[in-house]
């Protein structure tokens, strides 16, 4: 069974800086990426990569701003946030998929890991 694990989270002021890791174990996914979800809200697409492309996608309000990567050697994907926003605050979730479309719709995800969260301060 694939295990996903995150950290990196954490609070910080607007303008600031965050990389989040998820460390995947357990088995082989297509795609890996993230969703974050703001107190009352829906969880929301963040973005993705195909794992053996380096493909990348991302939720508009994020381009420019986030950089999502991944080191295969350790399993690993990360999530490079800068110029961080007060509206960028919530839990963000590591996400893997066995296909490219699950990992933009979170009803469709497969494995999902325990969320970290993200404060960011006016």
């Known amino acids: 069974q694939v295990q996903l694990v995150e950290s990196g989270g954490g609070l910080v002021q607007a303008g600031d800086s965050l990389t989040l890791s998820c460390a995947a174990s357990?088995?082989?996914?297509?795609?890996m990426g993230w969703f974050r979800q703001a107190p009352g809200k829906e969880r929301e697409f963040v973005s993705a990569?195909?794992?053996?492309?380096?493909?990348?996608y991302y939720e508009d309000s994020v381009k420019g701003r986030f950089t999502i990567s991944r080191d295969n050697a350790k399993n690993t994907v990360y999530l490079q946030m800068t110029s961080l926003k007060p509206e960028d605050t919530a839990i963000y979730y590591c996400?893997?998929?066995?296909?490219?479309?699950?990992?933009?719709?979170?009803?469709?995800?497969?494995?999902w890991g325990q969320g970290t969260q993200v404060t960011v301060s006016s």
């Open positions: 990569i195909v794992w053996n492309t380096g493909t990348s």
């Open positions: 996400a893997g998929g066995k296909t490219l479309l699950a990992l933009t719709t979170w009803a469709l995800v497969d494995y």
């Open positions: 357990g088995g082989t996914l297509y795609a």
